[in-house]
């Protein structure tokens, strides 16, 4: 707890019980000295006329050394949730002994009837008393009205998302849009006001003009572009593609990728990095962390970090100079930019996340190209789920990948494999080195559903822009 200064110090009252709930203690830093005291008494020898002498107390001190934290215990007590039942008359049974597995069991501990017994999957979040204050009322000015809600923000948010003018295409849409919408244009209007904007206005115009289609990474990692005013500029220039290979992109305003066989390699791959016992390591063992996790939800054992400085309209309408972020270490030019390999991927080198959304433009390997190029020249049909790839491309292309990050995870980690030695193993390896292992894949990816998306990343970048 010490090494981290993030933690708070946890007090059990009952350590061999796992339903304790800790109270926990904040860490303060102090100037503080740690001092040994001893008290010394000495008897004197009583005298012979019989009076009392009181004995001889002296005190040593000495300074051991200096204090720099202390953890202070300021909050409550929590709630404690026994695993207790109540009988028809009330009295109170414990159920540790038939709950807590202490040793190998036989299948009969397994399948007593007990009393149903859940506890909370977490207790109260604040152990300090505070007190909320209820809002007032809002004065409104006479003849103000309140805006249209619809029925989706009636319940749960506290206001109607502020809408960016997104075109959201499907893959079955007949049209496509060839210019953006009136608001959109507004919007970037209203913040454009200074020369660094426009001239990333024509940078991202550029980028278009060389590829007409792009994902919102891939922009981040080539022009330097404040993350709000970039929900502005791109519906401004592009619309988003909802559903087909080309989900989860932006593509330029007049330009149909279906109507366009050179267009497959803007398509995207979904590719999510695979582990698991079959692979050789497990996800623990993963040197590319995910990114996101259940780990990272703050609990009340952890001191809550200060969140990022909101942005107003203001700040967006001062660009990115140096008055509108004084301090900044990184120069204007690259001030939001993202690395390549962000969009990229090289042989020899790890994805920075678990699931990346790759264009096959960016799968810089000459195998994988070759294999995104079978087809060149003879495309005959654009697919909802290959485009104008062949059928199964996207298979063949995660398999080639996952390959090559398991042998750089094998020349790192070679631990991990020491197992896998005996000629069986060998064989199951090289098999599924070889792509022949096609009946437990199968078994394990599901059917394809058409217009249906990777769901966690694009849904977040959807809500960016409705």
Known sequence: IYADPAKRLELYFRPK????H?????????????????????KKQQLDTGEQTQPEVQFEMEILGIVTTVYKFQGMSDFQYLAMHSGPDGKQTSMYDKVLMLKP??????????????????????????????????????????????AENLIGLSRARRPHNAIFVNFDDEEIPTKPLDAAVQNWKKVCTNPVDKKVEEELRKLFEVRPVWSRNAVKANISVHPDKLKLLLPYLAYYMLTGPWRSLWVRFGYDPRKHPEAKIYQVLD????????YGYAATDMPVKAK?????????????????????????KQGLGSAGT???KKPP?????????????REGALPPYRQMFYQLCDLNVE???????????????????????????????????????????????????SNTTSSEDGKEQLAYESGEDEDEEEEEEEDFKPSDGSENEMETEILDYV
């Open 333 to 345: 030019s690259s001030r939001y930019k993202l690395k390549e390999s962000i969009y990229i991927f």
């Open 326 to 328: 004084s301090g900044a």
């Open 22 to 42: 800790p109270v926990c203690a904040n860490r303060f830093p102090t100037s503080t000295m740690l001092l040994r005291v001893r008290r010394r008494t000495r």
């Open 292 to 316: 996101r996790s259940t780990y990272n939800y703050s609990l009340p054992i952890t001191v809550k970090k200060q969140g990022s400085h909101t942005v107003s309209v203001h700040d967006l």
């Open 105 to 150: 069991e036989k299948e009969e501990f397994f399948n007593r009837d007990l009393p149903l017994y859940i506890p909370p999957p977490i207790f109260s979040r604040l152990d300090t008393p505070v007190d909320y204050f209820y809002r007032p009322d809002i004065q409104h000015r006479e003849g103000y009205n309140n805006p249209q809600v619809s």
């Open 367 to 417: 195998s994988l190209q070759k294999i995104i190029h079978r087809n060149d020249g003879t495309e005959s049909e654009c697919t909802e789920r290959d485009g104008w790839c062949l059928a199964k491309t996207s298979d063949d292309l995660r398999d080639s990948m996952s390959l090559m990050i398991k042998q750089i995870i094998r020349s790192t980690r070679p631990a991990l494999f």
């Open 271 to 278: 590719f999510r990095i695979r582990c698991g016992m079959k």
């Open 17 to 20: 019980d796992p339903y304790c």
